[in-house]
T-cell receptor, first 109, second 113 residues
């Protein structure tokens, strides 16, 4: 099993739709998790941190399921501007981070 | 606050040439790191530093050197460029302790011919 796994997509959804991505991780000791957004040919930008059961920020909700070792990202009322690649990041110890390969989202008009 | 800056934005090297990718941050972050991003792969850690004078290897350190003489700067040196080092390189920084979220620079696109 890969350390961090994501469905590469693309997820093509119409504007206004709700979409969810999952990210599975193998290290059961991981305590914190991150979702980053990466636009084409740009740097990753932090979307949400998840330190406990979950986190919510506007239209975005992240959930953590420790028993099944996955985190999810839910986007409600999708906008065209949400089109991007979403990276799941799981720390490995204090100083190292394991990045998923990302899930591509395309929001269609 | 400029955040994390990287230079150059683009670079083309011939096999065997050396060069230094620059990274600087103005957030007084103790931790800095270098990643490479290749198609179909997640970002992979090359080297990291937890403070001035302290560096350590990441997942893919071969062919790269780093040093950290100040809190602000963390240059990455390619000793003898190879086509396999064609990639996009990102520098990142974060506060001490953690693991906390990292903040990334805009990246350097390197092509080795």
């Amino acid at each position: 099993r890969k350390e961090v796994e994501q469905d590469p997509g693309p997820f093509n959804v119409p504007e206004g739709a709700t979409v969810a991505f999952n990210c599975t991780y193998s290290n059961s000791a991981s305590q914190s998790f991150f979702w980053y957004r990466q636009d084409c040919r740009k740097e990753p930008k932090l979307l949400m941190s998840v330190y406990s059961s979950g986190n919510e920020d506007g239209r975005f909700t992240a959930q953590l399921n420790r028993a099944s070792q996955y985190i999810s990202l839910l986007i409600r009322d999708s906008k065209l501007s949400d089109s991007a690649t979403y990276l799941c990041v799981v720390p490995s110890g204090t100083y190292k981070y394991i990045f998923g390969t990302g899930t591509r989202l395309k929001v269609l008009a | 606050n400029a955040g994390v800056t990287q230079t150059p934005k683009f670079q083309v090297l011939k096999t065997g040439q050396s060069m230094t990718l620059q990274c600087a941050q103005d957030m007084n972050h103790e931790y800095m790191s270098w990643y490479r991003q290749d198609p179909g792969m997640g970002l992979r850690l090359i080297h990291y530093s937890v403070g001035a004078g302290i560096t350590d290897q990441g997942e893919v350190p071969n062919g790269y050197n780093v040093s950290r003489s100040t809190t602000e700067d963390f240059p990455l040196r390619l000793l003898s460029a190879a086509p396999s080092q064609t990639s996009v390189y990102f520098c990142a920084s974060r506060v001490a302790g953690g693991p906390y979220e990292q903040y990334f620079g805009p990246g350097t696109r390197l092509t080795v011919t």
